[in-house]
């Protein structure tokens, strides 16, 4: 039916094995020229894998490469620059201390005899930000940017080399939705110029809005390509999983008893500015109710868990937990009555080159459980670390033994669920608990925080998915510019007047001061 000579790339047969797993099991992949084709599948489904088998990462077993039919062979990343195919990494490979315009020319730099031309490489960058609408700032630090920001220059670095198939690994990941609807039009725009993309991704809406065709992977195994027009999300969401999806919260109305957080006139200095990232912020939550704190990202929420949870100081007002004052109280007495699940798994979160069973006791180690003389009871970790592995389903070769590095970014973000829901604590301090998560394990995730909250606990979520905010929330306060301009119930709002508090359009009256 198909002519090979439409496909500019096909990958053919692919098997990929890890200790322990078969990451990529006899997959086939046939890319269309000037199509957005969308790989989809769980976390540890398989699919960077594949595409960094593309992008001369890793070698497969078994399986063969073609270009425009014919066979290539990808050794390595400079191979695949060289048949001009670029990939967005889902963490963002730039070195921080150096400019956004050196990030984007390391590596491919012009040299006339010996000496680099930092003039006309800048005055290619510009123009291809000008034609494709990604403004960055070329003399800013990377560490001083937003990560939109990076995305774009992750973006830019891939055209700066001419690529002309470009891989997006969950680029939508770390994204405000503002930002998504952005690169969805860049991505369009690619298309129409001929160029053809690979999106990765297991968000439904981002497919159904963008892809012409969606290929999707479940445990390492091909199940099938669908045209995105002859198909809808709960049989995208039966594909990827293997079974039916409630892709709805199902909850009972919320129960709220005794405050456990009382927050009053917060204020947290801002890292990169003079002025301050929360501004005398008040709020309160209670036993039994899921409060969210809404924004659009960089509105001072980040600061304020930072400030919440001790990771950074505050500079005024009171928090108090369960009765107590802990404004200034330490890091390991906070956590002493609250879980939390961080923004930044890879900062806050993990312990990268761990094992999975030394991640899951970090701050337990010390507790009787776990110690024997003051040595690690290392038998009762393994058997601990081995059931939150069982009861949360996180994915990975080698069980508690796997190197947290190594396991795909969904299940790093499932161990870190496991560890801080089995703490028990009167308080949970959720951020963006289902980043980068698939349907199937954003379903598990938002039926446990229902569960803890059904058991009394507190939950603070804060969340830049306005879909989740809707869904999973009991009372919503709205973030804008460091303060909380509205406080608004998910069952008498919509996501349009959502949308307005949040980018600064409405605010409630006095409210910010309760």
């Known amino acids: 039916m198909d002519n090979s000579q439409d496909y500019v790339i096909e990958m053919l047969n692919i098997t990929k094995v890890f200790p322990g797993i078969k990451a990529n099991d006899n997959i086939t992949l046939q890319l269309r020229r000037g199509e957005i084709h969308a790989l989809l599948g769980e976390n540890g489904a398989g699919k960077s894998t594949l595409m960094s088998v593309l992008f001369g990462l890793y070698q497969p077993e078994e399986g063969v490469i073609k270009k425009n039919g014919e066979v290539v062979k990808i050794n390595n990343p400079n191979d695949a620059t060289a048949l001009n195919i670029g990939m967005v990494h889902q963490h963002f ?19 006339k005899l010996g000496f680099l031309q930092k003039k006309e490489a800048r005055k290619k960058v510009e123009e291809l930000s000008k034609r494709y609408k990604l403004n960055v700032d070329l003399d800013a630090k990377v560490e001083d940017i937003t990560v939109g920001m990076q995305q774009r220059v992750e973006i830019l670095k891939m055209l700066y080399r001419d690529n002309e198939i470009l891989i997006f690994d969950e680029p939508t990941a770390v994204l405000t939705p503002q930002e998504i609807d952005e690169l969805m039009e860049i991505m369009r725009g690619f298309a129409k110029e001929g160029k053809s993309i690979l999106f990765i991704t297991h968000k439904l809406n981002e497919i159904m809005a963008v892809a012409d065709r969606v290929s999707v992977l479940r445990k390492g195994k091909y199940i099938g390509t669908v045209n995105v027009a002859d198909t809808n999300k709960q049989e995208l969401s039966n594909m990827m999983v293997g079974r039916p999806v409630q892709l709805q919260v199902q909850k009972a109305p919320a129960q ?85 699940i961080p923004e930044d798994r890879h900062k806050h979160g993990l312990v990268l080159d761990f094992t999975l069973e030394q991640n899951m006791v970090l701050q337990r180690f010390r507790e009787k459980d776990f110690q024997h003389f003051g040595f690690i009871d290392n038998g009762n970790v393994r058997q601990y670390a081995q059931r939150l592995i069982d009861q949360f389903d996180v994915r990975s070769g080698q069980g508690p033994v796997t190197i947290a590095r190594s396991m795909s970014g969904g299940n790093q973000q499932k161990a870190i669920i496991a560890r801080e829901l089995d703490r028990d604590k009167p308080l ?38 306005l879909d989740e905010v809707m869904s999973l929330s009991d009372r919503i306060l709205v973030m804008y510019e460091g303060e909380i301009v509205g406080e608004l119930d998910p069952k008498q709002t919509t996501v349009q007047e959502l949308g307005l508090y949040m980018a600064g359009a409405k605010r409630q009256g006095g409210t910010s001061h309760e």
């Open 93 to 111: 490979k730039l070195i921080e201390v150096f400019t956004v315009l050196d990030n984007i020319i390391l590596g491919a730099e012009t040299t």
């Open 256 to 340: 709220p008893k005794e405050v456990i957080l009382d927050v009053k006139d917060f204020t947290v200095p801002s890292k990169l500015h003079h002025n301050d990232a929360v501004k005398h912020i008040s709020f309160q939550a209670r036993a039994g109710e899921i409060v969210c704190i809404a924004g659009i990202d960089g509105n001072g929420q980040s600061e304020l868990i930072y400030g919440l949870t001790g990771l950074e100081k505050s500079s005024g007002g009171t928090v108090t937990l369960c009765g107590q004052d802990i404004s200034k109280a330490s890091i390991r007495t906070r956590l002493g009555n609250l879980s939390h």
């Open 428 to 465: 949970i301090v959720a951020v963006q608990p289902t980043r980068g998560l698939d349907v199937g394990a954003i379903e598990y995730i938002h039926n446990q925080l229902v569960n803890e909250r059904d058991e009394g606990k507190a939950v603070l979520l804060v969340s830049l998915e």
